[in-house]
């Protein structure tokens, strides 16, 4: 429960960041620098990567499911602030290749995490 709840007050803390990466004119009554936000942003995904990149031998279907939604809300949400005219100040785009190269790895990372989960269930009812 503990990890669910810092886990939705990462991913919000993350949303609201990149919506004012894309309409940084909308007052949210705070004015964040760009290196500033660049780094805010960074430093969300390094501490949910750490936070999570360690419990790797203990990969259950839960962190799976909360890795597949995590990275469908953010590319989704990418995707929404684009066609409502945002531009991301800090160079996040679907023309972008680095977004594209992560969406790979991410996929590639759900994929093995799958099939350790697949494995371990099968060890399981053998």
Known sequence: MK?????ILATGF?????IHDFFP??????YIPKPILIGLMLLTVLISIFRNGFQKDQFTQDNLKWQIITV????????ILTLAGGVSQVGLSLTN???WIVLV???FDIVNGYKKVRESQLRSEA
């Open 3 to 7: 990890t669910d709840f810092y886990g």
């Open 14 to 18: 993350l949303t609201l960041l990149i």
């Open 97 to 99: 290749p680095f977004l």
């Open 105 to 107: 790895i991410s996929i």
């Open 72 to 79: 469908g809300y953010l590319f989704a949400l990418i995707i």
């Open 25 to 30: 004119g909308l007052n949210l009554s705070v």
